[in-house]
Structure formats: C-alpha cells, structure tokens
C-alpha cells in the first residue's frame, strides 16, 4: 500500500501528451527537486490548506469566477520564483492540469486560468485521460 494518503493524477491531452510531465521536464533541477519534495509532502497529508493550497480561485484578481470553479493551487517557492500546480479534486483525488508561475497577481503563461478550467472539463466529460503522478 502506498504511504501517500493524497492521490494525484496528471492531464494528458486528447492528442496523448501527459502536460504536468512537459512542464516538469521543462524545470531546471533544484526546481525539479524543490517540487518533488513539496508534493511529496502534500500527498501525505489529508489536510490541504493555505498556504500550500488555496482552495478556491474564483478570488484570484480577473479570474472568470463561473469558469474556476472548483480550481485549487498548490503552492511552493523554488528558484525566487512562486511555483503553482493547478487542479482540482474529485472522488478524493487531485487531478493536476497545469503547471505555472504566480508572480503579483499575474499567472505564467497568462491564459493559465482559463487553460486549466478547459482542462478540468475534458477530464470530468471524459474527453480527456489522466495518469498517476510518477514523476
């Protein structure tokens, strides 16, 4: 059995890329290893909350609040840079859907927000796959 009390899987896109393995390979290594022991971290613990995940992102500035809903964020700092995993839960499992930077009030890419929301409707209609996080 496995000492993670928190599963999370990965998005793979309808074209068959596994997106959270893209921008993990895209980190250089300290932020690699810094995600690697915050999620590891975070997955033995039932209890999420500030400030390593903000439950709700419908309170982010210009965030369309109809289309976040049920969006969450884990949260960590590696490199001077504030690091974000984008997801949401369902059947007690976090399902990630995109990889970013937070930087005042302003997600890397910029259409983050609106990618995940995209992503977490592929995943709950079925038009998308998912994989367990083994990175």
Not at 14 to 37: C, F, M, Q, R, V
Not at 68 to 92: A, D, I, M, P
């Amino acid at each position: 059995m496995s000492e993670w009390r928190t599963p999370i899987r990965c998005y793979i896109s309808p074209a068959g890329n596994n997106k959270i393995l893209d921008w993990y390979e895209a980190l250089s290594t300290p932020e690699k290893t810094d995600a690697d022991e915050f999620l590891k971290d975070m997955r033995k613990t039932s209890n999420w909350q500030m400030p390593n995940y903000r439950r709700k992102l419908s309170n982010v500035k210009g965030a369309d609040k109809t289309k976040v809903r049920g969006l969450g964020e884990l949260r960590w700092t590696s490199e001077k840079k504030e690091h974000r995993l984008l997801g949401f839960f369902g059947n007690g499992i976090w399902y990630a859907v995109l990889g970013c930077t937070h930087k005042q009030n302003i997600y890397s890419p910029r259409d983050a927000l609106v990618t995940a929301a995209k992503r977490k409707e592929e995943i709950e209609t079925g038009k998308a796959e998912t994989v367990e996080y083994d990175l």
